[in-house]
């Protein structure tokens, strides 16, 4: 079945340092790709989405690209803020778009 | 508009309560999930309704009831619950955008068993 690996931290960072948080994939076909964001006490918001290889999503600042020969889907910033504590989650979904798997989680502090 | 509420935000209940979570979304998505997430864990999936019919349930316990009058609003009625049901409830909906989906979840609903 499907399924997503990302590394799970914590990463603590400091604040203007870059961030990747690596994400890759095991799937049939050609999923679409996710990262999602969950701040405390809040439910998960969609950070951005690539839908074919070579796609690069980006928001906020955040970028990552669909990477097919590699299956992943790293996530990055080049100078991260104290607002961007939080969980990351790396998804995908099949073109069913009903089967969504998450990765376990990535845990970042941004300390100032 | 990419909203989708949740009611209540907490909720507290003793182990013989039946109470209903509520989830609602008005962007025409025509898939609707229940998801389970405890703390420093990913969501878990426990049910999806696709066209108002139910379409996966992740083998979840009876006393977890799901319901969906229509294709805005998703129930989720609880009873007899037990303590090691406390957790953050999420509900979500997915549509269609170009041929791909993408998920929107609401705030969640954190359920306290006492």
């Known amino acids: 079945g499907n399924s997503v690996t990302q590394m799970e931290g914590p990463v603590t960072l400091s604040e203007e340092a870059f961030l990747t948080i690596n994400c890759t994939y095991t799937a049939t076909g050609y999923p679409s790709l996710f990262w999602y964001v969950q701040y405390p006490g809040e439910g998960l918001q969609l950070l951005l989405k690539?839908?074919?290889?070579?796609d690069k999503g980006s928001n906020k600042g955040f970028e990552a690209t669909y990477r097919k020969e590699t299956t992943s889907f790293h996530l990055e910033k080049g100078s991260v803020q104290v607002s961007d504590s939080a969980v990351y989650f790396c998804?995908?979904?099949?073109?069913?778009?009903?089967?969504?798997?998450f990765g376990p989680g990535t845990r970042l502090s941004v300390l100032p | 508009d990419t909203e989708v509420t949740q009611t209540p935000k907490h909720l507290v209940m003793g182990m013989t309560n039946k109470k209903s979570l509520k989830c609602e979304q008005h962007?025409?998505?025509?898939?609707m999930y229940w998801y389970k997430q405890k703390a420093k864990k990913p969501p878990e999936l426990m049910f999806v309704y696709s066209y108002e019919k139910l379409s996966i349930n992740e083998s979840v316990p009876s006393r977890f009831s799901p319901e969906c009058p229509n294709s805005s609003l998703l129930n989720l009625h609880l009873h007899a619950l037990q303590p090691e049901d406390s957790a953050l409830y999420l509900c979500?909906?997915?549509?269609?955008?170009?041929?791909?989906?993408?998920?929107?979840f609401g705030p969640g609903t954190r359920l306290t068993v006492t």
């Open positions: 998804a995908l979904s099949d073109l069913r778009g009903q089967n969504f798997v």
């Open positions: 690539a839908t074919k290889a070579d």
């Open positions: 979500a909906s997915s549509g269609e955008q170009a041929g791909r989906y993408e998920q929107y």
């Open positions: 962007m025409g998505h025509r898939a």
